[in-house]
């Protein structure tokens, strides 16, 4: 598809161009998904299925992303019908993250089919309390972290034993389970392969964690500010289409914002209170001029175009107003520090 391809362009540039942030040098993703509603018509609800309730059915999609946290960017999306299965979705991810990544997985992701295959590769995963014997005796135990051996279970052997994915029936996977007591007292266990437990204690996995809201402030974004359910086409292939605009969409908003940012931060000296860019009103002005990047004759005058109606479109952060939800993550998903040249490299 068009901006699926034009999304991997962006991307390649950006990996090629930007510093990027990292925690203990791993680049941070967030990966979950969420469900979005589509336009009411017999073929989108053929294709992607129907939500139902007692009051009306009405046609949905599954999404999934992986959401690099520290930086902004949306790596990897798929929308597909809504009875596809979540942890299918995300199995599908796998071998297109990086060699120093580092996955986060809320509970929903818990399974042994997708620790298997994460092997090599670096992760944190919230585990339901009742998952096997291993986690209930761990939760029991005094301990706050423990090495432990997970043994295949015969239903993750016969989803491994299928093309393209093999199995030993006598496989495992050793992980590390690290007790986290939230405020209210409830305690959660976290399975991860940072086995290392001087270079990893368990004192960061609390915060570590919590940087898996980001993916959750993007979908807010991704809904709520860009919009993506106002579909204009009626057919699922308008459906994809635009999805992945969207998603095109937020990563170059979220570059362009970081080309903003020092001249913001010159800005900045100027005023009484510091200054963030609006999100509604910069998302706007993309949206109204973003086919003029692929028609006008010098592209880079568009984005500079861009970059100059961001800057002029902020908004005063009060003193003792945190931008920060409950999770400590700041809701303004693409204003980070950092400096780049989308203007000048991009295109």
Not at 51 to 71: E, G, I, K, T
Not at 181 to 204: F, H, W
Not at 325 to 335: F, I, P, Q
Request: hydrophobic share 40%; aromatic share 10%.
């Amino acid at each position: 598809m068009f901006f699926q391809d034009w999304n991997a362009c962006l991307l390649h540039h950006y990996k090629r161009i930007y510093p990027r942030k990292t925690w203990a040098g791993f680049v941070v993703y967030g990966i979950d998904g969420t469900t979005i509603n589509l336009p009411n018509t017999a073929k989108i609800s053929k294709t992607f299925g129907n939500s139902s309730n007692q009051a009306a059915s009405y046609p949905m999609a599954r999404v999934l992303c992986a959401y690099d946290v520290s930086n902004g960017i949306c790596e990897q999306s798929k929308i597909a019908p809504i009875t596809s299965d979540e942890l299918g979705m995300a199995i599908d991810f796998v071998d297109d993250l990086p060699p120093n990544s580092l996955s986060i997985y809320d509970r929903g992701f818990t399974s042994f089919v997708l620790l298997y295959l994460l092997k090599g590769k670096n992760y944190v995963m919230r585990s339901k309390i009742t998952f096997n014997k291993s986690i209930k005796d761990f939760v029991k135990s005094k301990r706050n972290t423990a090495m432990v051996t997970l043994k295949a279970t015969h239903s993750a052997i016969e989803r491994l034993e299928n093309p393209p994915y093999s199995i030993d029936k006598n496989a495992s996977v050793t992980v590390r389970l690290v007790k986290v007591i939230l405020d209210n007292g409830e305690v959660e266990v976290l399975m991860t392969s940072l086995l290392d437990t001087q270079q990893y204690p368990d004192a960061i996995f609390k915060d570590l964690y919590f940087l898996r809201w980001g993916v959750e402030v993007f979908f807010d974004y991704f809904k709520n500010i860009l919009q993506v359910e106002l579909f204009s086409g009626h057919l699922p292939e308008a459906i994809y289409q635009e999805f992945y605009t969207m998603v095109f969409l937020a990563n170059l908003h979220s570059l362009l914002l970081k080309d903003c940012t020092q001249q913001l931060a010159l800005d900045n000296k100027e005023r009484k209170y510091e200054h963030k860019i609006n999100n509604n009103v910069s998302v706007g002005n993309l949206k109204n001029n973003v086919i003029k990047i692929f028609i006008h004759e010098e592209p880079k005058v568009i984005l500079e175009h861009l970059i100059t109606l961001f800057l002029k479109s902020t908004e005063a952060i009060r003193p003792n107003i945190k931008g920060l939800n409950r999770k400590g993550v700041e809701e303004n998903t693409g204003l980070l520090l950092i400096t780049g040249g989308l203007s000048n490299s991009l295109l």
